[in-house]
């Protein structure tokens, strides 16, 4: 039986460097990893520990596994360090990833913020390949320009039939002719028909918590909304304990879960 807490090796094959902070990392493990998109997989530096990260590429590629970082802590410095061709190590996936059997035949709001928009990537590839959908629509915010990911793939996806992209910064800046403000300012007059729709959001846990309460007021349901809450995981099994809110365990109930589920529990934001 293949020990769940041992990584495999996986070389380095490529390094973006997506904002001046935030890099994304292409790695090819030395056996395919199967996973869907919003699980999460825990990245190794040898000698130095791991952080768990959620695929920034389509589960559909299955030659690589790309991972978008930002640069916050001691592994995630580390991984800002190193170049392609080194050897890192990988575990998982775990979790369950996004509700794809949700999206079918429906209206899918998407909405990001700052590096959530890495998890998400995922999802909106694996969607735009399979388009069972109704209609696509992504609102995406960051706090300056240059914090904006994926910025080539915007016309892209903006492109495509049924799909439409709409990004935001938080504060005017010189050059930008885009929306200016909060993330949750693209929610206003939202053209989405919200009986028929489903809302799957991942961000900062503040931003997730406002854009749930102005989702509410819009008509969502909680059963409509599922968050992102990437935020504590360790182990990946749900043995550490670290990562629950009330009976669910993140790391396996999630980390992308519906709204209805968590809402009663005491600091469900964090």
């Not at 090819?28 to 699980?39: H, L, S, V, Y």
């Not at 589960?59 to 080194?86: F, I, M, N, Q, S």
């Not at 320009?145 to 994926?150: A, F, V």
């Not at 007059?189 to 729709?197: E, H, P, R, Y």
Request: net charge negative.
């Amino acid at each position: 039986m293949k020990n769940p807490y041992a990584p495999i090796n996986a070389e380095l094959l490529e390094v973006v460097e997506e904002t001046p902070t935030i890099k994304t990392f292409a790695l090819k493990p030395e056996e395919p990893i199967e996973f869907r998109a919003g699980q999460f997989v825990q990245i190794t530096v040898p000698g130095l520990g791991e952080a768990p990260f959620t695929p920034s590429s389509s589960p559909l590629d299955k030659e690589k596994v790309e991972v978008t970082v930002l640069k916050t802590g001691r592994v995630t410095d580390a991984l800002h360090e190193c170049a392609p061709g080194e050897v890192l190590g990988i575990r998982g996936p775990f979790g369950k990833g996004y509700p794809l059997e949700e999206t079918a035949g429906k209206e899918v709001l998407i909405v990001g913020g700052g590096v959530g928009l890495a998890p998400l990537r995922a999802l909106i590839l694996v969607l735009i390949a399979q388009p069972n959908f109704k209609r696509l629509s992504i609102k995406y915010g960051a706090r300056t320009p240059d914090e904006l990911l994926y910025r080539k793939s915007y016309a892209e996806w903006d492109s495509q039939e049924k799909v439409d992209f709409t990004p935001t910064i938080d504060i005017p800046a010189t050059g930008w002719v885009g929306h200016v403000g909060l993330v949750t300012t693209l929610l206003d007059d939202l053209d989405i028909d919200i009986k028929n729709s489903v809302a799957i959001s991942c961000g900062p846990e503040i931003m997730l918590k406002f854009v749930t309460l102005r989702l509410l007021e819009l008509g969502y349901e909680p059963t409509q909304i599922y968050l992102s809450m990437n935020r504590k995981m360790s182990c990946g099994l749900g043995k550490c304990g670290k990562c629950n809110i009330g009976p669910y365990y993140l790391c396996k109930d999630g980390p992308d879960i519906c709204y209805d589920k968590i809402k009663d529990y005491p600091d469900v934001f964090g």
